[in-house]
C-alpha cells in the first residue's frame, strides 16, 4: 500500500487537499497520514482533528465510499519540519503532501518548508488553498500558526 504524509493547518478540509486525496486513492490503494500542529489555546481552533480526518476520510473513500482505504492522524508540535522528520523516522511514507495558504499568505511557503522537506529524501507536494476571496480564509482564526 502506498503511504501519503499531510502535513496541514488551516488548510485540512479545503476542496484542493480534499480532490488530491481522492485523486491518489483512486488511482492505488493508499494510506494516509494528517500531522498538524499543536493548537495552543482552544479558542484558535475553527476544526478538530477529528472533524478533519472525517473529511479526509469520506474524500478518500470516494463518492461511493466503495473505497477501502486508511487514514489517521496526530496533532504535532508547532515546528512543521521537526514533525515531517518525526514522522518520517517512524514510518515510511512514499509522499509527503504540504497543504498551505494561498501563497501570499503562507509562512510554509516563504520559509520554503516544500525545499527542506525534499531533503529528506521523499517525493514533495504542495497544494495551496486559493485566494481568499475564493474559498473565505481570511476571516477563519490562525490554528497554531499559519501555514
Do not use: C
Not at 504524509?5 to 494528517?34: K, M, Q, S
Not at 476520510?57 to 522528520?85: C, F, M, N, Q, W
Amino acid at each position: 500500500m502506498r503511504r501519503v504524509l499531510i502535513v496541514a493547518n488551516r488548510t485540512a478540509g479545503t476542496p484542493d487537499l480534499l480532490a488530491a486525496v481522492e485523486r491518489r486513492a483512486a488511482a492505488e490503494r493508499t494510506g494516509f497520514t494528517l500531522l498538524i500542529p499543536e493548537v495552543k489555546r482552544s479558542k484558535n481552533a475553527d476544526w478538530t482533528l477529528e472533524q478533519a480526518l472525517t473529511a479526509l476520510r469520506k474524500a478518500a473513500a470516494g463518492e461511493t465510499r466503495s473505497r477501502a482505504t486508511h487514514v489517521d492522524g496526530r496533532v504535532t508540535g508547532l515546528d512543521p519540519l521537526a514533525s515531517i522528520k518525526a514522522a518520517l523516522a517512524e514510518e515510511r511514507y512514499d509522499e509527503v503532501l504540504i497543504s498551505t495558504l494561498p501563497a501570499r499568505r503562507s509562512l510554509w511557503l516563504r520559509t520554503d518548508l516544500p525545499a527542506e522537506a525534499r531533503k529528506l529524501g521523499v517525493p514533495v507536494t504542495v497544494v495551496s488553498a486559493p485566494e481568499e476571496a475564493r474559498m473565505g480564509l481570511k476571516d477563519l482564526p490562525v490554528i497554531g500558526g499559519p501555514s
